[in-house]
C-alpha cells in the first residue's frame, strides 16, 4: 500500500545544514518504502535538484502567514493524506491543525534546540498531540520527556545517518599545501558560526591552542563553516592563540568534506548543546578520531573510544589533555561507524512509518 505523506519541514532539498540533511536522507528512505511524498518548505531552492523518485517538493515560502494558508490550500489539493510529518516544533501547531482537518496520523521529528529553546504551552500542547515522535539521539529524548507528557513508547530515537563518501582514504598533499598548513599536526572543526550556536565550543579549542602548540610546535586548529559570528570569533582567536594559529576556510561543500577530514589529525568540537552531531560522524566515517562536549545528543555519534572522547565544554584542562591523548592513537576502525550507514537508516525508518501506519486514522476534526 502507497503511503502518502504532506511533509512540513523548515528546508531539506536544495538547502545547507544537518537538518535539511536529515530531512532528505529521510525522505529518500521512506520514498524507498513506497511512500509518496509532498515537501512543503520554508527554505531552501529545489529548482534543478534530482528528487528521489516519490518525492516532490514546493517552492519555499518563509512568511509564517503566507505558509500557513499555502499549506492548507496545498494539503486540500493533495488528499487523501495518510501521515503529515512535522520536521521541525516550530511548525508543530500547523502540523496538528492539518492532521486534524485530514483525519491524518501526526508525526513529529525533533533535533534537538529545536525542543530546548521553545518552551511555549503551545508548541508543548502540539508535540503531546503527535501520534508518533522521534528524535535524533537518546540526550534529545531525555529532554523531551522530561519537558512534555508523552508516553516513552510514542517517542523513538531515529540517528542520523552517514552517506557512503565519507570514507577512509589517503590525505591529499594537494590539498594540504593549497590551503598552507604546514606540517601540522591538525585539529579540525565543522560547523556554522553563528551567534545563536556558541556552544559548539570554538572558544574552547581556541584557548587550548597555546599549550598544545607548545607540545606541538605545527599544530593548527582549521575551522570550516561560516555564519553571523565569524568576524568575532577570528577576533578571540586572535586573541586568545594569536594569528597563526587557526585558519578559518568559511562554508566548505559537502562533496569537498571528505578530503579535508582525511586531511586532519583530530576532529575537535566540545560543544554542550548538539542535538546529535553529524559531523562527528562524517570525520569518524573517514577515521578521523573525534573529541565532542558532555552534552546534549553527542554520546550516541561519540559513543565509545573506537570513535572518540566526549568532554566537559567548560574543562580547559581536559580538552587539552584529550587531544594529546588521541593525537598519538590510530584511526577509527569503520566498523565503528557501520550501525549509522544508510542502509541500516532506511531499515529502521521503513519500521517506524508502518508501525505508524498501524495505528487507526484519526477521526476528522479529533485532538
Not at 266 to 283: H, K, N, Q, R, T
Request: glycine share 10%.
Amino acid at each position: 500500500m502507497t503511503v502518502r505523506i504532506l511533509a512540513l519541514v523548515g528546508d531539506a532539498f536544495g538547502a545547507r545544514g544537518g537538518i535539511a540533511r536529515y530531512n532528505r536522507d529521510l525522505f529518500t528512505a521512506l520514498a524507498s518504502a513506497d511512500a509518496k511524498i509532498l515537501v512543503l518548505p520554508r527554505l531552501g531552492d529545489a529548482s534543478g535538484v534530482a528528487l528521489p523518485a516519490g518525492v516532490r517538493q514546493r517552492p519555499a515560502i518563509f512568511g509564517k502567514l503566507h505558509f500557513s494558508l499555502a499549506s492548507l490550500w496545498t494539503v486540500w489539493r493533495f488528499r487523501p493524506v495518510d501521515v503529515v510529518f512535522c520536521g521541525h516544533v516550530f511548525m508543530a501547531p500547523l502540523a496538528v491543525l492539518l492532521a486534524r482537518l485530514l483525519g491524518a496520523r501526526y508525526w513529529l521529528q525533533a533535533h534537538g534546540t529545536d525542543i530546548w529553546n521553545d518552551r511555549r504551552d503551545v508548541v508543548r500542547r502540539a508535540i503531546e498531540a503527535a501520534d508518533q515522535v522521534t528524535t535524533v539521539s537518546r540526550g534529545t529524548r531525555r529532554r523531551l520527556l522530561g519537558w512534555v507528557d508523552l508516553a516513552p513508547e510514542r517517542v523513538r530515537v531515529l540517528p542520523n545517518t552517514v552517506d557512503e563518501r565519507f570514507a577512509p582514504g589517503p590525505a591529499s598533499p594537494a590539498l594540504r599545501e593549497r590551503l598552507k598548513l604546514g606540517r601540522g599536526p591538525i585539529l579540525l572543526t565543522v560547523g556554522r558560526l553563528a551567534a545563536s550556536e556558541r556552544y559548539k565550543g570554538h572558544e574552547l579549542v581556541f584557548a587550548a591552542l597555546p599549550a598544545l602548540r607548545a607540545r606541538f610546535p605545527g599544530l593548527v586548529h582549521v575551522v570550516a563553516g561560516e555564519g553571523d559570528d565569524r568576524a568575532r570569533l577570528e577576533a578571540r582567536a586572535a586573541e586568545l592563540a594569536g594569528d597563526t594559529a587557526v585558519h578559518f576556510l568559511g562554508y566548505v561543500p559537502d562533496e569537498e568534506l571528505p578530503d579535508l577530514y582525511r586531511l586532519a589529525d583530530l576532529f575537535v568540537m566540545p560543544s554542550a548543546e548538539e542535538g546529535f552531531g553529524i559531523v562527528y560522524l562524517e570525520a569518524a566515517a573517514c577515521g578521523l578520531r573525534v573529541i565532542g562536549g558532555a552534552g546534549g545528543g553527542g554520546g550516541d555519534a561519540v559513543p565509545d573510544a573506537r570513535v572518540g572522547e566526549l568532554v566537559d565544554p567548560a574543562d580547559l584542562a581536559g580538552l587539552v589533555e584529550a587531544v594529546m591523548r588521541l593525537l598519538g592513537q590510530d584511526r577509527v576502525d569503520p566498523a565503528a561507524i557501520e550501525p549509522y550507514r544508510r542502509s541500516h537508516f532506511a531499515a529502521a525508518a521503513g519500521l517506524l512509518l508502518a508501525r505508524l501506519m498501524a495505528q487507526p486514522r484519526r477521526m476528522r476534526g479529533a485532538a
